[in-house]
């Protein structure tokens, strides 16, 4: 990595530091556990050091609401297998209504391609909700029972998401742009009681009727004893051909009163997420109520610094755990802002519309959105209000250092840019914001507290500050996964992040803490170019060809041959009116050889008509690169799980003339 200090773009100003609810922690943490801190990073150190004690101190900090008392806050420091806060039982629901914020502010702010800008009370918000899980629990539902849903980011999903989890029963959701094979993957695996479907959505301009799609998914799930269908898309669709189907409408008809919660132990399911699914069917990765609720209030207050009435937005999918992560946001007595559609329809300025429509205080995206508002060469600051926004959040893949400047030139000078990592394996972030702490052009500000991280060697040793391993977490979470649902002796579980390191979580991306104490994520670790004995992070590619306007996207794969030789191909995808010229290919070499090293230079660059995207927007290099090696096609990539399915076959085809 290099060793020049990167570019300060923000620090916190001292109405930022003194009304920060980190620091009132760390003056709470000084007056009631004379645990007095002198800044983030003695404070970071004594939250992994000493793990029972930080989340006992977070329970105790947030007052958590709880129907029997804990017997012991953490069992031992054995992953997986580690028990959290023994004897308590709570609800995750339970707290979120009780934080709210009355009637001085909506509880939701609903967007959509068809549906202008329209608020949801928190009063509508109780009302439906109570009403909902009276209907389900009336259907036989209780806690335990799995409630699936096909639905889009609408208040209809917060209200049944809230309404099961009040119930003790555990959610699992998928978005309606999934394909009726990818969603029975998912759902088949926890055998849902009752599916909650709509008839369609609208994306980029277009109508998608998915009621055919519903039919199907309902076939493929012989455990379902209840349909709720919601006409959104045609407000005239019916419930025909459903089994036993209600519309929402009726769902919700019910006057039962006050909205009940299930009191459950700690470690309950809560909601069940999925992996990506590339190379096989998914993983269910199933979240408790108390570890979800203890690492969101954290997150949510002391790292997002949220605050009452404020105006939480990240644009998100029902399928993807930031919708999740925004639900929690709810914790904080903020108003969740929620959009439906796509964000480049009409054009990349529709949600910095949305920001400057909505007031919105903290706006979350993913990396490759701002990166292509970058490319784009908009300039959303000049014609949108956006001064009451204090924060940006990136997330989904590394954000590229010109992606910062972008925001920092084009976006607000002022804004606090909080990039963050982590996972449907954990539904929160390892690292992140900090609003005590500078924020550099590249790099994440922090580790997270909790969250003992660590950049390791494949010997299993730390690597010196500076320099690049593999990210590690050494010690438990209450947000890790209770369990992989119907994953008997948690044999997937352990192999998905504890065969390498035996007690210790391998997370699967390169990592680079740097003598600052900021991360830098330089991509997956198992996609790594392996070039001549020196491994090289895509992250930087893709980093080097951000400064090329002509290439609009672009992947990248080493092919190892069993004669120790390799062959690594660029793919790009260029922008309209390019041309993969030599003059093109010889800057594409220069910049990757400028940037890094020669190594860095691909031996070959192909011109793709598109790069193929998981449906959580992950690029697929290693499925690419099991087809390039002409691996058997059931073992490559799962089609059903991805965004854009028939961006594969231009790779099926390039295989075929491969020597």
Same mark, same amino acid.
């Given at each position: 990595?290099?060793?020049?200090?990167?570019?300060?773009?923000?620090?916190?100003?001292?109405?930022?530091?003194?009304?920060?609810?980190?620091?009132?922690?760390?003056?709470?943490?000084? !007056?009631?556990?004379?645990?007095?801190?002198?800044?983030?990073?003695?404070?970071?150190?004594?939250?992994?050091?000493?793990?029972?004690?930080?989340?006992?101190?977070?329970?105790?900090?947030?007052?958590?609401?709880?129907?029997?008392?804990?017997?012991?806050?953490?069992?031992?420091?054995?992953?997986?297998?580690?028990?959290?806060?023994?004897?308590?039982?709570?609800?995750?629901?339970?707290?979120?209504?009780?934080?709210?914020?009355?009637?001085?502010?909506?509880?939701?702010?609903?967007?959509?391609?068809?549906?202008?800008?329209?608020?949801?009370?928190?009063?509508?918000?109780?009302?439906?909700?109570?009403?909902?899980?009276?209907?389900?629990?009336?259907?036989?539902?209780?806690?335990?029972?799995?409630?699936?849903?096909?639905?889009?980011?609408?208040?209809?999903?917060?209200?049944?998401?809230?309404?099961?989890?009040?119930?003790?029963?555990?959610?699992?959701?998928?978005?309606?742009?999934?394909?009726?094979?990818?969603?029975?993957?998912?759902?088949?695996?926890?055998?849902?009681?009752?599916?909650?479907?709509?008839?369609?959505?609208?994306?980029?301009?277009?109508?998608?009727?998915?009621?055919?799609?519903?039919?199907?998914?309902?076939?493929?799930?012989?455990?379902?004893?209840?349909?709720?269908?919601?006409?959104?898309?045609?407000?005239?669709?019916?419930?025909?051909?459903?089994?036993?189907?209600?519309?929402?409408?009726?769902?919700?008809?019910?006057?039962?009163?006050?909205?009940?919660?299930?009191?459950?132990?700690?470690?309950?399911?809560?909601?069940?997420?999925?992996?990506?699914?590339?190379?096989?069917?998914?993983?269910?990765?199933?979240?408790?109520?108390?570890?979800?609720?203890?690492?969101?209030?954290?997150?949510?207050?002391?790292?997002?610094?949220?605050?009452?009435?404020?105006?939480?937005?990240?644009?998100?999918?029902?399928?993807?755990?930031?919708?999740?992560?925004?639900?929690?946001?709810?914790?904080?007595?903020?108003?969740? $802002?929620?959009?439906?559609?796509?964000?480049?329809?009409?054009?990349?300025?529709?949600?910095?519309?949305?920001?400057?429509?909505?007031?919105?205080?903290?706006?979350?995206?993913?990396?490759?959105?701002?990166?292509?508002?970058?490319?784009?060469?908009?300039?959303?600051?000049?014609?949108?209000?956006?001064?009451?926004?204090?924060?940006?959040?990136?997330?989904?893949?590394?954000?590229?250092?010109? !992606?910062?400047?972008? $925001?920092?030139?084009?976006?607000?000078?002022?804004?606090?840019?909080?990039?963050?990592?982590?996972?449907?394996?954990?539904?929160?972030?390892?690292?992140?914001?900090?609003?005590?702490?500078?924020?550099?052009?590249?790099?994440?500000?922090?580790?997270?507290?909790?969250?003992?991280?660590?950049?390791?060697?494949?010997?299993?040793?730390?690597?010196?500050?500076?320099?690049?391993?593999?990210?590690?977490?050494?010690?438990?979470?209450?947000?890790?996964?209770?369990?992989?649902?119907?994953?008997?002796?948690?044999?997937?579980?352990?192999?998905?992040?504890?065969?390498?390191?035996?007690?210790?979580?391998?997370?699967?991306?390169?990592?680079?803490?740097?003598?600052?104490?900021?991360?830098?994520?330089?991509?997956?670790?198992?996609?790594?170019?392996?070039?001549?004995?020196?491994?090289?992070?895509? !992250?930087?590619?893709?980093?080097?060809?951000?400064?090329?306007?002509?290439?609009?996207?672009?992947?990248?794969?080493?092919?190892?041959?069993?004669?120790?030789?390799?062959?690594?191909?660029?793919?790009?995808?260029?922008?309209?009116?390019?041309?993969?010229?030599?003059?093109?290919?010889?800057?594409?070499?220069?910049?990757?050889?400028?940037?890094?090293?020669?190594?860095?230079?691909?031996?070959?660059?192909?011109?793709?008509?598109?790069?193929?995207?998981?449906?959580?927007?992950?690029?697929?290099?290693?499925?690419?690169?099991?087809?390039?090696?002409?691996?058997?096609?059931?073992?490559?990539?799962?089609?059903?799980?991805?965004?854009?399915?028939?961006?594969?076959?231009?790779?099926?085809?390039?295989?075929?003339?491969?020597?």
């Amino acid at each position: 990595m290099p060793d020049q200090q990167p570019i300060l773009l923000w620090q916190p100003d001292p109405e930022t530091l003194e009304n920060a609810h980190l620091t009132r922690y760390m003056h709470w943490l000084s !007056a009631n556990k004379r645990l007095p801190f002198e800044g983030y990073a003695s404070l970071w150190r004594w939250s992994v050091d000493q793990p029972a004690a930080f989340w006992e101190s977070v329970w105790q900090y947030f007052q958590v609401i709880h129907h029997t008392p804990y017997t012991e806050v953490l069992s031992g420091l054995e992953m997986p297998g580690a028990r959290w806060f023994s004897g308590a039982t709570l609800n995750y629901a339970e707290h979120i209504f009780h934080r709210n914020a009355g009637a001085q502010h909506p509880a939701m702010l609903f967007q959509g391609e068809r549906q202008s800008l329209q608020p949801v009370s928190w009063e509508e918000l109780y009302r439906q909700t109570a009403a909902l899980a009276a209907f389900l629990r009336n259907s036989g539902v209780g806690p335990g029972d799995r409630i699936a849903a096909y639905l889009p980011n609408t208040p209809h999903a917060i209200v049944a998401v809230l309404a099961a989890m009040s119930i003790g029963a555990v959610w699992s959701s998928c978005s309606p742009d999934f394909g009726a094979n990818s969603v029975a993957d998912r759902f088949i695996q926890i055998e849902p009681k009752v599916f909650l479907a709509v008839d369609g959505y609208m994306y980029g301009g277009k109508s998608f009727d998915k009621r055919e799609t519903v039919r199907e998914i309902c076939r493929l799930l012989p455990t379902l004893q209840r349909v709720i269908f919601i006409p959104f898309l045609d407000e005239t669709a019916n419930t025909g051909g459903l089994p036993n189907a209600v519309l929402w409408e009726d769902a919700i008809r019910s006057k039962e009163g006050a909205l009940q919660f299930a009191a459950v132990p700690f470690d309950h399911p809560l909601w069940i997420l999925y992996s990506s699914g590339t190379t096989g069917v998914p993983k269910a990765i199933t979240h408790s109520h108390g570890g979800n609720l203890l690492e969101h209030l954290k997150y949510l207050h002391f790292h997002n610094d949220v605050h009452p009435g404020e105006r939480f937005f990240w644009y998100s999918t029902t399928g993807w755990m930031m919708w999740n992560f925004t639900l929690a946001s709810l914790l904080a007595g903020a108003t969740i $802002v929620l959009y439906d559609g796509s964000p480049g329809y009409p054009s990349l300025d529709v949600l910095w519309e949305l920001a400057g429509a909505a007031s919105i205080t903290h706006f979350g995206t993913s990396a490759p959105f701002l990166a292509s508002c970058r490319k784009a060469d908009i300039s959303p600051g000049e014609h949108v209000d956006l001064s009451g926004l204090r924060s940006i959040g990136s997330t989904g893949s590394p954000l590229p250092p010109e !992606a910062f400047g972008w $925001v920092y030139e084009r976006v607000h000078r002022k804004v606090w840019l909080s990039s963050m990592a982590g996972g449907t394996d954990v539904c929160t972030a390892w690292v992140g914001g900090n609003p005590l702490l500078p924020v550099f052009q590249g790099e994440i500000q922090c580790r997270c507290l909790g969250c003992a991280m660590e950049s390791w060697d494949e010997d299993g040793r730390a690597v010196a500050a500076g320099k690049v391993g593999e990210m590690v977490v050494t010690k438990p979470m209450p947000s890790m996964p209770v369990f992989f649902w119907n994953d008997p002796g948690n044999l997937k579980y352990r192999s998905s992040y504890f065969e390498q390191f035996p007690n210790v979580w391998r997370h699967g991306d390169w990592l680079c803490i740097t003598p600052r104490d900021t991360i830098i994520i330089l991509g997956r670790s198992d996609a790594t170019l392996n070039r001549q004995g020196v491994r090289i992070g895509t !992250a930087e590619i893709y980093r080097a060809l951000d400064t090329i306007p002509e290439i609009r996207d672009a992947l990248i794969v080493n092919l190892e041959h069993p004669d120790g030789s390799d062959w690594m191909p660029l793919f790009v995808v260029l922008s309209p009116g390019s041309l993969l010229d030599e003059a093109l290919k010889t800057r594409i070499r220069g910049a990757l050889r400028n940037t890094y090293s020669p190594r860095h230079v691909p031996d070959a660059i192909i011109e793709a008509p598109d790069i193929p995207y998981t449906i959580s927007g992950k690029k697929m290099e290693t499925p690419v690169k099991k087809v390039l090696q002409r691996k058997p096609l059931d073992k490559a990539y799962n089609r059903d799980s991805m965004k854009n399915p028939e961006a594969m076959d231009f790779f099926l085809a390039f295989a075929q003339n491969l020597p």
